[in-house]
Every structure is written in C-alpha cells, then in structure tokens.
C-alpha cells in the first residue's frame, strides 16, 4: 500500500511540474510578445512623428504660398 501511494504521489508530482513548465513556457512566450509590441508601437509613433512633421511643413508652406498670392493681389 505505502508503496502504491508513493508511486502515486511520484505520478502526481511529475504531472505538477509538467503544467508547471507549461505556465513557464506559456509566460515566457507571453513576455516576448509584450516586447514585440512595444517595439511594434515605438516604431509606429516613430512613423506618425515623421508624418506629422511633413504635413505640417506642407500646410505652413501651403499657407506661406496663399499669403504671398494674396499680397500680390493686392499690390495689382
């Protein structure tokens, strides 16, 4: 008897520490991802910085262009 237990507990324990390895694992996996997306994001605001940079120089050298149409308008 005492040593069915003993072989009990023995199967008890390795399928302890197999689900263990599997949340390990599944954590691990889940770090890489966060770290993935926080990349993915930095690189995305990196994007968007860029474009809004450009179409603000576009729409101050839209506006610079209408003010020098207007004063020609009005020196005619």
Do not use: C, P, W
Request: no cysteine; hydrophobic share 35%.
């Amino acid at each position: 008897m005492e040593k069915e237990i003993k072989g009990y507990l023995g199967i008890l324990s390795e399928d302890f520490q197999h689900r263990l390895n599997l949340v390990i694992n599944a954590q691990l996996d889940i770090k890489r991802d966060v770290a993935g997306l926080k990349k993915d994001v930095a690189e995305l605001k990196t994007k968007t910085d860029v474009i809004y940079s450009e179409l603000t120089a576009h729409r101050d050298n839209t506006e610079m262009h209408v003010q020098k149409i207007k004063r020609r308008g009005k020196t005619s």
